[in-house]
Structure formats: structure tokens, C-alpha cells
């Protein structure tokens, strides 16, 4: 019961002895793929699924969000479920969850319950990804040290993020984009297979029940979170603020937060401690990881409209970048591991590298875009944006692990996860989008001045011929603009880095272990 979780560098308790060893931690690596290639609706099959069914792009988008409202909101219990539950018992109904909510959402029309499997498919894919790698853990790194875990953790989770889009996009042009749904759900099967084969149940510690947990402030948490999803994603669709559904949800928003603050600040075992919010560099932490989600909503917001209606891309073609994000994903980790690893350099600097490569990807996006180019040219700016998003996403990590006790860390991870999963990229893609709308109109009728003073009469002039061309010059002028407005913004943020020397050590404290957690926690709840 007390054994520690691994016996040995290749040698897991919890895996059945016929499993060789060597191939005992990959079996882990394996399954926490699959968890993170599931999605709710997935992102390549976007287009088609609008074509053939009644939901708007606004409606799959939050469906989106949902699920990784999901993945935010649940990471608190994390560590309660595994010290309630077996390794075998966590996996297990974290696999079915997914392959039920896969089988489920392609059938589902009506919104809210769409939302609702795609919320819960978000918990049970986290809990799966975590119940994998913190088994493998000691595996990775015998110390448990976080400068080798996260990188190595976020080469499985943007990793598979690529693959994710890769595979429903081949799937769905060559087949059905319902077919990712069912691929996914025979991929869960294979879990659930060698989950039954080739696993036991196993505690790293004595069963802890699930007592003191503040299950309705997690519900009003993740309402919370839905509620600012919506009023971002929907904000366009009703005109903002000229509609009443958008001035009465930002009365719930406002009502909500706070409700969740005063039960927060009443409850004896609050979800997120007011604790929690008193460690030093938290929010300049938080707000960062928000601005660069902001900069790199441009993916979804900018680059796909360009994409689309200026260069005319299929699915097919656009989706070739994914090979080189890829990339860009798994150098990144490896470089972050080099940097804060091997070579024990700052954190700080490593930041300030990140937001360097991200202001690579954006000039090189804006020196670039034409409708003229080849889509090689757009290799070096993709592949940038995966390096930058790789090496900030687990520096990030690295350094709200070291100012914090280990504690308060996965509730600092939930509302860190808040920001850089949900509200960063719908808040920037709000703003995107409206500044798109602006600029358009507005180079139409700057621009359009030039059609007024042709003599159509006096010459001929093919005027329906003409105008589509207007039309995607204008596009690409309005794109080109918004990207030179998140330079500046991007090369300001840079600057004030090279100018700031945050006191954060380069020496990584050691997370404890299972028993001192588990200690811990049972200290915590008498």
C-alpha cells in the first residue's frame, strides 16, 4: 500500500508483471496521447461540420471552449480523486467518459446539453492525461524535478494538439468529419483494453476520502468561466453592447464573480483559498500568460481568414502548416528542457527568448502576407509560433510551481488554466475580430473612392470581375494592419523584460512526496 510509485527506473507496481518493462512507462505515454487528442468538436472538421449541420461557427467555437473550461476548472481535484481512487479505477472511467461523449456528440443538436458533453469530456480528459504522467512521473525524472517534467509534458499536450487537427482534417476530406468522433471512441477502446490487460489497482497512498471539497463553488467557478466564454464568443453575433442578451450577461458575469468571491471568503474549505491569491508575482504571472494567449489567438482570429478568403486554401493545404507547428512544439520543449535543465540559466531570460520568437512570428507574418506567396513562406513564421507557444507555456509553469507552496499549486494551475486556455484566446479573438470588421469598413471606403471615379460609361471596365480582387486586397490590407497593432503591442512587452529582472530563483525546489502529500492534505481538513 505504502510502495513508492515506482520500484525502479523501469519498474511500475500498478502494470501487470507480464508487461515487459521497458515497455511499462510507454503503455502511460501512450494513453496520455490518446486523452489529449480527444476534444469535444474537434477544430479541423469546423467548416464541414457548419455546412451539414444547423450550428454556427460561434456555436462549435464554444463547444471548444467548454471543454477546456472542463480541463481548467477540474484541476484542484486532481489530487483528491488520486488519493480517493486506484490508478486502474481513475483511468478506467476517465476513458469510458471520453468514449461515451465522443459517441454522444455527433447526435446532439440542442446547445446546452452539446456544451454539457463537451464540459464533462474536458474532467475526464484531464484526469486521464494527469493519472498517466504523474504515474510515469519518477520515470521521467527521479528527483522530481519540474524543469524536466513540464517541458516533457508539453511535448504530449501541444504535440498532440497538432496531431488532433491533423488527423480530423484528413479524416474528414477523405471521409466524414464524424468519423474523428468514432476513431476517437475505437482509440478509447484500446485504453479501456489495456487498461483491463495490462493494469492492477494500485494506491500510492491510504485511501483519502473526498471530504472538505467545495463542489458547489467549483460549479460556480465554472460558471464563471462559461459565462465570459459566451460573452466573447457570441459578442459579434448579437452586436455587443446594442443587444440586451449581451447587457444582461454581463450583469450575471458581474453577479457571479461576486458570489464567487463571497463564498470564496466565507466558506471554511473554499474551491480556490483566498491564500491562494496572496502569493508574490502570482498576477504578473497571470497577466502575462493572458497577453500571450491574446497574441497568439491571431491563429484562429487573423491567419484562418487569410487562409480562407485571400489565398483560397482547402483544408488539405492550410493544414500542412500543422507538420511545422509541430515542430516548432517539440524544439521549443527541447530547448526549455536545454535552458532550464541542462543549463540551469534564468527563467527569466528564457521568457524573454519565448516573447522574442513570438515577435519573430508576428513581423514575419506581416512582412509576409500576400496574396502572391507560396505557402513555403509561411514555413519559418508558423513554425515560430510553435516554438514561442512551447517554450512560454512550460516556463510559465516552471516558475508558478517555484513561487508557490505545493498546496495551493493546483488551485493556482486552475485559474492560471482559466486565463491561458479559455479567457486569453476568446478575449483576443473578440478583439481580432472587431478590429477586422473596423478596418474593413474602412478601407472599403477609403479605398472604394477609386471604383467611384472610373468613367464606366466612357471605357469599358469589367466591374463584377474586379471587385472580388478588391475585396481580398481589402482583406489582406486589414489583416496586414491588425498584425502591425499586436507588434507593437508584442515588441512593448518584450522591452519591459529586457528592462525587468523578476527575483525568481534558478534553483528549482523539489515537489514533495506522495505520503508528505497526502500528510498534508489530511492536516489540512481536521
Known amino acids: 500500500m505504502g510502495a513508492p510509485v515506482l520500484n525502479g527506473p523501469f519498474t511500475m507496481p500498478m502494470v501487470r508483471g507480464f508487461v515487459p518493462r521497458l515497455m511499462q512507462p510507454w503503455l502511460y505515454v501512450f494513453m496520455a496521447v490518446t486523452f489529449q487528442l480527444s476534444g469535444g468538436l474537434y477544430l479541423g472538421t469546423l467548416a464541414e461540420m457548419m455546412g451539414e449541420t444547423t450550428l454556427m461557427r460561434e456555436d462549435l467555437l464554444m463547444c471548444l471552449y467548454a471543454n477546456l473550461a472542463g480541463m481548467a476548472i477540474y484541476f484542484p481535484l486532481l489530487f483528491r480523486m488520486k488519493f480517493r481512487f486506484t490508478n486502474k479505477t481513475l483511468l478506467a472511467v476517465s476513458a469510458t467518459g471520453v468514449l461515451v461523449c465522443n459517441l454522444a456528440a455527433p447526435h446532439v443538436t440542442f446547445l446546452p446539453l452539446l456544451w454539457v ?51 480530423a482534417t484528413y479524416l474528414m476530406h477523405y471521409y466524414h468529419w464524424s468519423y474523428m468522433h468514432w476513431f476517437m ?30 463542489w458547489l463553488g467549483a460549479l460556480l467557478w465554472a460558471l464563471l468561466l462559461l459565462e465570459v466564454a459566451y460573452f466573447f464568443c457570441y459578442g459579434e453575433f448579437y452586436d455587443w453592447w446594442n443587444s440586451p442578451v449581451i447587457r444582461v450577461l454581463a450583469v450575471m458575469i458581474v453577479s457571479t464573480l461576486a458570489v464567487c468571491v463571497g463564498r470564496m471568503l466565507h466558506v471554511r474549505h473554499p474551491f480556490l483559498e483566498p491564500k491562494m491569491w496572496t502569493y508574490r508575482h502570482l498576477f504578473p504571472i497571470l497577466l502575462l500568460i493572458m497577453l500571450v494567449e491574446m497574441y497568439l489567438a491571431a491563429e484562429r482570429s487573423l491567419e484562418e481568414v487569410f487562409y480562407e478568403s485571400v489565398m483560397h486554401y482547402e483544408a488539405l493545404v492550410s493544414v500542412r502548416l500543422d507538420w511545422l507547428v509541430l515542430a516548432g512544439v517539440v524544439a521549443g520543449c527541447l530547448f526549455a528542457y ?26 514575419g507574418f506581416y ?11 509561411l514555413y519559418l513564421p508558423v513554425a515560430c509560433r510553435g516554438f514561442a507557444y512551447a517554450v512560454l507555456s512550460a516556463t510559465f509553469m516552471v516558475c508558478l510551481e517555484e513561487i508557490m507552496t505545493f498546496q495551493h499549486f493546483f488551485q493556482a494551475l486552475s485559474v492560471f488554466n482559466m486565463l491561458h486556455m479559455v479567457v486569453g484566446g476568446v478575449l483576443g479573438a473578440a478583439v481580432y ?19 467611384d471615379n472610373v468613367a464606366v460609361s466612357s471605357s469599358p471596365f469589367d466591374l463584377g470581375g474586379y471587385m472580388p480582387g478588391f475585396i481580398e486586397r481589402m482583406m489582406e490590407v486589414s489583416i496586414k494592419q491588425i498584425y502591425g497593432w499586436v507588434i507593437y503591442a508584442c515588441l512593448l512587452l518584450f522591452l519591459l523584460f529586457l528592462l525587468y529582472d523578476a527575483p525568481i530563483r534558478r534553483e528549482l525546489k523539489q515537489m514533495p512526496g506522495w505520503r508528505a502529500l497526502r500528510r498534508e492534505a489530511e492536516k489540512a481538513f481536521r
Not at 473596423?438 to 477609386?450: E, F
Open 433 to 451: 475580430t472587431e478590429g477586422l470588421s473596423y478596418y474593413m469598413a474602412d478601407n472599403l471606403a477609403r479605398y472604394g473612392t477609386a471604383i
Open 338 to 363: 536545454w535552458w532550464m535543465h541542462v543549463r540551469r540559466f534564468s527563467y527569466l531570460r528564457l521568457l524573454t527568448v519565448g516573447i522574442a520568437v513570438l515577435a519573430c512570428y508576428l513581423v
Open 117 to 167: 458533453i463537451c464540459f464533462v469530456e474536458g474532467i475526464c480528459k484531464i484526469q486521464g492525461t494527469f493519472e498517466c504522467m504523474s504515474t510515469i512521473q519518477l520515470w521521467m525524472t527521479p528527483k522530481r524535478d519540474f524543469t524536466v517534467f513540464f517541458p516533457m509534458l508539453h511535448i504530449i499536450i501541444l504535440g498532440s494538439m497538432q496531431v488532433s487537427d491533423l488527423l
Open 185 to 214: 471512441a475505437g482509440v478509447m477502446m484500446v485504453d479501456l483494453l489495456i487498461i483491463t490487460l495490462c493494469t492492477r489497482h494500485f494506491r500510492i497512498v491510504k485511501k483519502f476520502p473526498l471530504f472538505g471539497i467545495d
Open 367 to 377: 512582412f509576409t502576407l500576400s496574396s502572391e506567396i507560396h505557402i513555403s513562406q
